[in-house]
């Protein structure tokens, strides 16, 4: 296993479209967080899934961010009708649920132009 | 609730010279805190970590940090700053209970030749 895997690593969009990233977390690892980062910050959390279960949202995560994990695998995270302000590195990261450990990808950097 | 605060955003040493890091956390229970370094267009790998257990941790990379319950600190150090030490470098801190992570603005570390 090579680790989180995330894509595409660069999404460039017009406003109002829409558009979905993909996370693969570490095979065995049952938690998956995904965080935004803007220029200059810290990451910030947006959500997170155990398993297929989504336990937590952020008040970031807007009527427009949706995120699934149907089969405890894989992760999409999606935005609709984006805006300038979704321009981000959208970083996604996984753990064990008894590990503290989270392993990020190298993230998706959305541009909206 | 929980918070971070890295102070100064920019830190400048000489190769060789001491690396010290600051970060501040603010836990209403027993923290889990870690320090995460980022290079540029990269995910965030993990430097070290405290989970209640020695106060003095190793990381990897010849860094290190210290708790500091009564400071209410995690600073982090290098005896001997390397010109690949320079990249961006984040505090974070979660309650461990699903290791939701809350991070700090981050500092960027440069290293002068």
């Known amino acids: 296993d090579t680790g989180v895997s995330q894509d595409p690593r660069h999404k460039i969009t017009k406003r109002g479209q829409n558009v979905t990233f993909r996370c693969d977390p570490i095979s065995e690892h049952n938690r998956l967080y995904w965080y935004r980062q803007t220029l200059g910050q810290g990451p910030e959390f947006l959500t997170y899934?155990?398993?297929?279960?989504?336990?937590?949202k952020s008040r970031l995560l807007s009527d427009r961010f949706s995120a699934e994990r149907p089969k405890g695998s894989f992760s999409t995270l999606e935005i609709q009708r984006t805006e300038q302000g979704d321009s981000a590195m959208y970083l996604c990261?996984?753990?064990?649920?008894?590990?503290?450990?989270?392993?990020f990808g190298q993230g998706t950097r959305l541009t909206v132009v | 609730a929980q918070s971070v605060t890295q102070l100064g955003s920019h830190v400048s040493v000489s190769e060789g010279a001491l690396v010290l890091l600051r970060c501040n956390y603010s836990?209403?229970?027993?923290?889990?805190l870690f320090w995460y370094v980022q290079y540029p267009n990269q995910g965030l790998q993990l430097l070290l970590k405290y989970t209640s257990a020695a106060t003095l941790v190793k990381g990897i990379n010849g860094f290190e940090a210290e708790f500091k319950k009564s400071e209410t600190s995690f600073h982090l150090t290098k005896p001997s700053a390397h010109m690949s030490d320079a990249a961006e470098y984040f505090c974070a801190v979660s309650t461990g209970a699903n290791s939701k992570l809350t991070f700090g603005k981050g500092i960027t570390l440069s290293v002068r030749p």
């Open positions: 899934f155990q398993n297929e279960a989504q336990l937590e």
């Open positions: 990261a996984s753990s064990l649920v008894a590990d503290t450990e989270a392993f």
């Open positions: 836990s209403s229970v027993p923290p889990y």
